[in-house]
Antibody, heavy 119, light 107 residues
Framework: EVQLAESGGGLVQPGGSLRLSCAASGFTFRNYWMHWVRQVPGKGLVWVSRINSDGSSTSYADSVKGRFTISRDNAKNTLYLQMNSLRAEDTALYYC????????????WGQGTLVTVSS | DIQMTQSPSYLSASVGDRVTITCRASQSISDYLNWYQQKPGKAPKLLIY???SLQSGVPSRFSGSGSGTDFTLTISSLQPEDFATYYC?????????FGQGTKVEIK
């Protein structure tokens, strides 16, 4: 069974940093592209970032470019999102998500980890 | 960035109704269009990928169509468990973008 378990969320002050982790199991992690998607409670889904299967290629939403870094450790079956210079508007539930083979959709999602940026 | 616009934003329907949700892209995305269902407090679930392919395990009452800029999600006979919010999403180019969502509620 595919499982994605996010951790690392919490309350942080504006300008602060957090690192989110996503532990993957039930599939061959190194074969799949992975994504982060966020959602303000009660609002819509917003794509944040993606990384290819070996970590050599990444892409970011303009709203986080230069502040967030996506990475992965295929030996540990873990996806990361390093978030720096956090702003109030980064407050959201952050989902770790697996792309389909061919990377044309997201077929599995974690349950999310909540990040709150507030003083 | 490619903008995705869904209509309607809100839909009230009865069990057994045929329901159609539309998604329009701001430029051609070929068939790189996916549909997701999200229930309160839950992660999204993939229903339809590349415009018309049914994800494994999804009931056949769900179907998708379209190409280019205009796409449709149809639920042929609405069931109680289908009351949820539906999102379209393009995977033609990064940044991937989602529609604003369509909330389907019980009439």
């Amino acid at each position: 069974e595919v499982q994605l378990a996010e951790s690392g969320g919490g309350l942080v002050q504006p300008g602060g940093s957090l690192r989110l982790s996503c532990a993957a199991s039930g599939f061959t992690f190194r074969n799949y592209w992975m994504h982060w998607v966020r959602q303000v409670p009660g609002k819509g889904l917003v794509w944040v970032s993606r990384i290819n299967s070996d970590g050599s290629s990444t892409s970011y939403a303009d709203s986080v470019k230069g502040r967030f870094t996506i990475s992965r450790d295929n030996a540990k079956n873990t996806l990361y999102l390093q978030m720096n210079s956090l702003r109030a508007e980064d407050t959201a539930l952050y989902y770790c998500a697996r792309a389909t083979i061919g990377s044309y959709a997201i077929d599995y999602w974690g349950q999310g980890t909540l990040v709150t940026v507030s003083s | 960035d490619i903008q995705m616009t869904q209509s309607p934003s809100y839909l009230s329907a009865s069990v057994g109704d045929r329901v159609t949700i539309t998604c329009r892209a701001s430029q051609s995305i070929s068939d790189y269009l996916n549909w997701y269902q999200q229930k309160p407090g839950k992660a999204p679930k993939l229903l339809i990928y590349v415009a018309s392919s049914l994800q494994s395990g999804v009931p056949s009452r769900f179907s998708g169509s379209g190409s280019g800029t205009d796409f449709t999600l149809t639920i042929s006979s609405l069931q109680p468990e289908d009351f949820a919010t539906y999102y379209c999403q393009q995977s033609y180019s990064t940044p991937w973008t989602f529609g604003q969502g369509t909330k389907v509620e019980i009439k």
